[in-house]
């Protein structure tokens, strides 16, 4: 299937009473429609393993100083929660944006072992955030998958078939290198996944990076070696980053005070907290409060 007939059919879908921008969850396990009729700001988000594949329009998205961009026809692989800044570059009422996500399951990825372990595929790229071309094969498994929307019995039979040989082409990808390195549960990939795991449970407590290495079982040079080499990023900086984030999701909602958000989050000093959101967000947390005064 044409990515442009594809992109017609999850417009149609989604109708034109949806709010846009919001998310539009389906019946199908793991897969969401987006839409956007007019390109948007940065926005902060956690992004869980998911791929995106674009139909209409254009993104850009990254972590750190990685910043990626994409368009039609392309895909996004992202292999780890990664707290992330992202918009729409290109989006009209004539021609909006337009994409599919798909959750990635980690457990179908390793159920793959035994198939790819070996498969000479090329050099992984050693991220966790990675744009390429979806191939036939791809868009069309994924089309697949969308028509079973109007199908519950054989999407109850079938889907789980078609999610799998989506995460199959996804690990064979050009560009699901750090896919691949997740499907030994020893190899650093899945080490500094099983760090970030920790991280989001326990982002509020102060943490010390040599205890966490240990944790995993790496050096501490090896630990931050490779945890920038799959976030972009630091340990301490991707706490950091998942503290201000929740902290405006709390000012946002209108039911802390600064200083409340602050100590919630795990900030011991307001004015340190203040600083450091005006320098993630632009703006100091009291513009958000007037937003939703």
Known sequence: MLISELADKVDRHIGPKMLDGEPVSTDLPGLVLLRHRKPTTFECTVYRPI????????????????????GPGESLIVS?????????????ASTPY????LAIDVGIVRSLYDKIGDADIGEDRLTALNIGDADDALVEALARYFSLLDRPVEAEVLGPLVVREIHFRLLMAPHGGMLRNL?????????????IERIRRDYRVAMKTNELAN???MSVSSFHEHFRAVTATTPLQYQKDLRLMEARRLIIEGDHTVSAAAYQVGYESPTQF?????RKFGAPPRADMATVA
Request: with cysteine.
């Open 51 to 70: 791929m995106c594949l674009i139909l209409q329009g254009s993104k850009e998205t990254g972590i750190g100083s990685n910043m990626v961009r994409f």
């Open 183 to 195: 499907l030994r549960r020893d190899s650093h990939a899945s080490r500094i996944s099983r760090a």
């Open 215 to 217: 944790e995993v079982g």
């Open 274 to 278: 203040s600083r450091e959101y005006s």
């Open 98 to 101: 337009l994409a599919l996500v």
């Open 80 to 92: 780890h929660d990664l707290p992330v800044v992202s918009r729409v570059t290109q989006a009209s």
